[in-house]
T-cell receptor
Framework: GAVVSQHPSWVICKSGTSVKIECRSL??????MFWYRQFPKQSLMLMAT?????????EQGVEKDKFLINHASLTLSTLTVTSAHPEDSSFYIC?????????????????FGPGTRLTVL | TQLLEQSPQFLSIQEGENLTVYCNSS?????LQWYRQEPGEGPVLLVT?????EVKKLKRLTFQFGDARKDSSLHITAAQPGDTGLYLC?????????????FGTGTRLLVSP
C-alpha cells in the first residue's frame, strides 16, 4: 500500500519548452501533495504544497508562474515547468499524505514518488 | 527558518563496522522521521519518532528522539553494503506547521565489502 508514482521518470527537453510532471497516489487518496526539488548530492527542498481543489502554496523564492501546480483530483497532482532553462535541470520528487492516515494520525507521514530527472539543454 | 543539521555529511566505512548519524536542530518538532534514499529514487521512510526520549529499533538500525524533541540519532550496527545510501532526517510540526516536513542536510553512507 501507499504507493506514489511519477511520470515521466526522466525527461530531456530544449530550453524554452514546457514540461509537465505527474504525481499519482495509486492506492490511497491524498488531499495534500508536496513537490520537492533535489540537486545532486544535496537534500530535498520543498517547493510547494498542493491541496486538492485549491491553489498551491509556494515556498519563499519559488516562482509561481515558473512552476505551475494543479491538483485536480484526490489522486493526481501535476507540476509544469514553464519555459524551462538549463538551471531548472534537477531531480523533482513529489510526496503525498494519505487522507485516511491523516485523520487518525498526527505523524504527518508522507509517501514519496520515485522522482523525475529533468535535463534542460 | 528551521534547520536540521546532520553529521557527518559523508561516511565511508567497511562492512561490519558500527556508525551513528546525528540530526540536530534548535527547534522543537512534534515528530521526526528518518528516510533512506538511493540514487535516482525517492526517499523511503524508515521510522517515525514522536515522543521525547523514544527509542525505536528496526533490525540493525536504532533510532532515538532527543528528550527535548530537538535532535535525533540513527545508529547502525554491523553495517552492510546494502545500507549504502543517503540518510535524511525530517521534522514535522514546530514553526513550519503540521503539514510540512523540514529535511535535514543529509548523510551519505558508503559501506564497502
Amino acid at each position: 500500500g501507499a504507493v506514489v508514482s511519477q511520470h515521466p521518470s526522466w525527461v530531456i527537453c530544449k530550453s524554452g519548452t514546457s514540461v509537465k510532471i505527474e504525481c499519482r497516489s495509486l492506492d490511497f487518496q491524498a488531499t495534500t501533495m508536496f513537490w520537492y526539488r533535489q540537486f545532486p548530492k544535496q537534500s530535498l527542498m520543498l517547493m510547494a504544497t498542493s491541496n486538492e481543489g485549491s491553489k498551491a502554496t509556494y515556498e519563499q523564492g519559488v516562482e509561481k508562474d515558473k512552476f505551475l501546480i494543479n491538483h485536480a483530483s484526490l489522486t493526481l497532482s501535476t507540476l509544469t515547468v514553464t519555459s524551462a532553462h538549463p538551471e531548472d535541470s534537477s531531480f523533482y520528487i513529489c510526496s503525498a499524505r494519505d487522507l485516511g492516515l491523516a485523520v487518525i494520525s498526527s505523524y504527518n507521514e508522507q509517501f514519496f514518488g520515485p522522482g523525475t530527472r529533468l535535463t534542460v539543454l | 527558518t528551521q534547520l536540521l543539521e546532520q553529521s557527518p555529511q559523508f561516511l565511508s566505512i567497511q562492512e561490519g563496522e558500527n556508525l551513528t548519524v546525528y540530526c540536530n536542530s534548535s527547534s522543537v518538532f512534534s515528530s521526526l522521521q528518518w528516510y533512506r534514499q538511493e540514487p535516482g529514487e525517492g526517499p523511503v521512510l524508515l521510522v517515525t519518532v514522536v515522543t521525547g526520549g523514544e527509542v525505536k529499533k528496526l533490525k540493525r538500525l536504532t533510532f532515538q528522539f532527543g528528550d527535548a524533541r530537538k535532535d535525533s540519532s540513527l545508529h547502525i550496527t554491523a553495517a552492510q553494503p546494502g545500507d549504502t545510501g543517503l540518510y535524511l532526517c525530517a521534522g514535522a510540526g514546530g514553526d513550519t506547521g503540521f503539514q510540512k516536513l523540514v529535511f535535514g542536510t543529509g548523510t551519505r553512507l558508503l559501506v564497502s565489502p
